[in-house]
């Protein structure tokens, strides 16, 4: 097939890549010998039409540091490539944000698919300005309405979206690599967060309040915090509010990849996220097939975790909930047989068999079977 994926982050991106660009990168890594893949990134400043991992990626848009302009730009420009080119390719596959109105099911001649990552719902109203929170939420509603094939990441996702009848839909999750497993996990002297700097999303703010409760009762246990994005700068400038003690416990490492993003995991003490909203974790479900422990919000994207006693949870948004659980698990004596459930669970969830469904699922797309 040759497959066209409007990938809206990619490798490199100045506003971060997320679970969305790495389930993508995972999947298509092992498509790629069999299909011919080309990727429509947004453009950043310093992108540029090139190879990236043997795949090739073609940036349009606007460069700017404006997210909302760039996404914008992103939206008008992916959608005319796909008028222009929608020709040289046998199915187009878009990763769905209400912030990028392309609308393809409306003019596109070939076989589209919304993929559907996460819901927000009226957690916009938390983030943004109240007119544009209420186009956002109004598009999360009604725009997957529109389109006849969408792929999500969990069942949970699909639940909420609340789609109609008639609908061809793919549950496909995401993944771990088979190598995670062969990782022996020890115990050090740190708490671990993995994932995109997002404060109100991934719950930041409230990361670092309930970790300062914390520290009262732990104050040999320091806090790595992995990620970048946009919200960088601002979540340095509330570190650098914290009483002294608190900030000079906390690290933050940047983006991670590789052994070194392993060996973060390995020798954590336990992981924790403590997300207001999400899809499906990619690094929760890294974490648990490392063997390793995990604290997370009780919002119904996590139930898997404690469902399969791989952790346990607090109370969404709750400070007080969150410190409590996190003096929890670093004083719990199970914490190692919380891990081995957790990577127990987590052995059948493989990106090579991932990337299987999800290339089926397009096949019988591209070939009218669904």
Same mark, same amino acid.
């Given at each position: 097939?040759?497959?066209?994926?409007?990938? #809206?982050?990619?490798?490199?991106?100045?506003?971060?890549? &997320?679970?969305? &660009?790495?389930?993508?990168?995972?999947?298509?890594?092992?498509?790629?010998?069999?299909?011919?893949?080309?990727?429509?990134?947004?453009? #950043?400043? =310093?992108?540029?039409?090139?190879?990236?991992?043997?795949?090739?990626?073609?940036?349009? =848009?606007?460069?700017?540091?404006?997210?909302?302009?760039?996404?914008?730009? #992103?939206?008008?420009?992916?959608?005319?490539?796909?008028?222009?080119?929608?020709?040289?390719?046998?199915?187009?596959?878009?990763?769905?944000?209400?912030?990028?109105?392309?609308?393809?099911?409306?003019?596109?001649?070939?076989?589209?698919?919304?993929?559907?990552?996460?819901?927000?719902?009226?957690?916009?109203?938390?983030?943004?300005?109240?007119?544009?929170?209420?186009?956002?939420?109004?598009?999360?509603?009604?725009?997957?309405?529109?389109?006849?094939?969408?792929?999500?990441?969990?069942?949970?996702?699909?639940?909420?979206?609340?789609?109609? *009848?008639?609908?061809?839909?793919?549950?496909?999750?995401?993944?771990?690599? &088979?190598?995670?497993?062969?990782?022996?996990?020890?115990?050090?002297? #740190?708490?671990?967060?993995?994932?995109?700097?997002?404060?109100?999303?991934?719950?930041?703010?409230?990361?670092?309040? %309930?970790? %300062?409760?914390?520290?009262?009762?732990?104050?040999?246990?320091?806090?790595?915090?992995?990620?970048?994005?946009?919200?960088?700068?601002?979540?340095?400038?509330?570190?650098?509010?914290?009483?002294?003690?608190?900030?000079?416990?906390?690290?933050?490492? &940047?983006?991670?990849?590789?052994?070194?993003?392993?060996?973060?995991?390995?020798?954590?003490?336990?992981?924790?996220?403590?997300?207001?909203?999400?899809?499906?974790?990619?690094?929760?479900?890294?974490?648990?097939?490392?063997?390793?422990?995990?604290?997370? *919000?009780?919002?119904?994207?996590?139930?898997?975790?404690?469902?399969?006693?791989?952790?346990?949870?607090?109370?969404? =948004?709750?400070?007080?909930?969150?410190?409590?659980?996190?003096?929890?698990?670093?004083?719990?004596?199970?914490?190692?047989?919380?891990?081995?459930?957790?990577?127990?669970?987590?052995?059948?969830?493989?990106?090579?068999?991932?990337?299987?469904?999800?290339?089926?699922?397009?096949?019988?797309?591209?070939?009218?079977?669904?």
């Amino acid at each position: 097939m040759r497959i066209l994926h409007l990938l #809206y982050e990619s490798q490199g991106d100045f506003f971060g890549i &997320g679970g969305v &660009g790495v389930r993508a990168y995972e999947i298509y890594k092992r498509l790629k010998d069999r299909h011919e893949v080309t990727l429509l990134c947004k453009k #950043y400043p =310093g992108a540029r039409d090139r190879e990236i991992d043997n795949l090739k990626h073609v940036f349009v =848009g606007t460069e700017s540091r404006s997210l909302a302009k760039t996404l914008l730009s #992103y939206a008008y420009h992916a959608a005319l490539f796909v008028k222009r080119h929608n020709a040289e390719f046998d199915i187009i596959i878009e990763e769905f944000s209400p912030a990028i109105p392309t609308f393809l099911h409306a003019f596109s001649g070939k076989p589209v698919v919304l993929q559907v990552q996460e819901y927000t719902g009226r957690h916009y109203f938390e983030k943004y300005n109240p007119l544009y929170a209420l186009t956002l939420f109004l598009f999360e509603r009604l725009r997957p309405k529109s389109y006849a094939n969408l792929i999500f990441v969990s069942a949970t996702t699909a639940k909420r979206v609340a789609l109609g *009848s008639r609908k061809r839909i793919g549950i496909i999750p995401n993944a771990i690599s &088979g190598e995670l497993l062969k990782i022996s996990p020890e115990e050090g002297d #740190y708490i671990l967060y993995i994932g995109r700097i997002d404060i109100c999303k991934k719950g930041l703010d409230l990361l670092i309040e %309930g970790y %300062g409760a914390f520290l009262d009762s732990f104050p040999n246990v320091g806090l790595i915090i992995a990620g970048d994005g946009r919200d960088r700068e601002r979540f340095e400038r509330m570190l650098s509010k914290l009483p002294e003690h608190v900030s000079s416990n906390i690290k933050l490492s &940047g983006w991670v990849s590789g052994s070194y993003k392993e060996e973060l995991i390995r020798r954590a003490l336990f992981l924790i996220f403590p997300s207001r909203h999400e899809s499906q974790p990619i690094a929760a479900l890294e974490a648990m097939a490392c063997g390793k422990a995990v604290v997370v *919000s009780g919002i119904p994207e996590f139930a898997f975790v404690t469902e399969n006693g791989a952790g346990i949870s607090f109370k969404p =948004g709750n400070v007080v909930s969150l410190a409590q659980s996190m003096r929890d698990m670093a004083a719990s004596k199970e914490r190692k047989e919380m891990g081995q459930r957790g990577r127990g669970w987590a052995k059948d969830f493989l990106w090579d068999r991932i990337a299987e469904e999800y290339e089926q699922f397009l096949k019988e797309i591209s070939a009218g079977r669904r």
